[in-house]
């Protein structure tokens, strides 16, 4: 498809447990973003990856938060030792560079039990 | 830091009539604001953006207002209809090196009949 894509759209794991979860950007979209949004909360930035530079890793709220892009393409964020306030809604986005509107997939719910 | 403000109240509105949702801005001057709309389970969706040297900006029904001096965009919806029923997110630019988006926390618009 044209749009963002992200996988699984939900994920229950048990606490303790890792997960990866998946960007499929736009094809041509160097920039790259993650975020997290709990319910009825707004967006937290979490990583942002623009072709080759270095990641802004800023957001990351500890590091059992890891993610990488591969070929300027597909990302995955990996959460390690999963706690229960990780349960959220991550979502991932793209676009031209960074001062063009960004694309959003809709989402990873994550569960963790 | 830039500190970006909407009314995290519902706005509630009759079918037909029009929507006003306001985006307020503290310590900064930003070279443009974009809005976005988001459904419950799924990503934001960009809609406008609108420049500083622009004072209004139109699409469909849609209206954007920017106004520099009072730190405040102001976003229109006329002729409101059930399915404009969403949450509608405005966000600031990178500033300097930094690298993301700062999106305000939305505010949800109910259109009744």
């Known amino acids: 498809g044209a749009g963002v894509s992200q996988s699984p759209s939900n994920k229950v794991t048990e606490k303790g447990k890792d997960v990866e979860l998946r960007c499929d950007p736009i094809?041509?979209?160097?920039?790259l973003y993650w975020y997290r949004q709990s319910l009825g909360q707004g967006l937290e930035f979490l990583i942002y990856?623009?072709?080759?530079?270095?990641?802004?890793k800023s957001g990351l709220p500890s590091d059992r938060f890891s993610a990488e892009r591969t070929g300027g393409s597909v990302s995955t964020l990996t959460i390690q030792r999963t706690q229960q306030e990780d349960s959220a809604v991550y979502l991932c986005a793209s676009s031209r560079d960074r001062e063009e509107p960004q694309h959003f997939g809709d989402g990873t719910r994550l569960s963790i039990l | 830091s830039q500190k970006i403000e909407q009314n995290s109240e519902a706005l509630n509105i009759q079918e037909g009539k029009t929507a006003t949702l306001t985006c307020n801005y503290t310590n900064y001057s930003p070279a443009y604001l974009q809005w976005y709309r988001q459904d419950p389970g799924r990503g934001p969706v960009f809609l406008l953006l609108i420049r500083e040297n622009e004072k209004e900006k139109r699409k469909e029904r849609l209206k954007v207002t920017f106004d520099t001096t009072l730190k405040q965009s102001l976003f229109h919806i006329t002729a409101s209809q059930p399915a404009d029923s969403a949450t509608y997110l405005c966000a600031l630019p990178p500033t300097g090196t930094a690298s993301k988006l700062t999106f305000g926390t939305g505010t949800r618009l109910q259109v009744t009949l």
């Open positions: 990856f623009q072709g080759n530079s270095a990641p802004d």
């Open positions: 094809s041509g979209h160097t920039a």
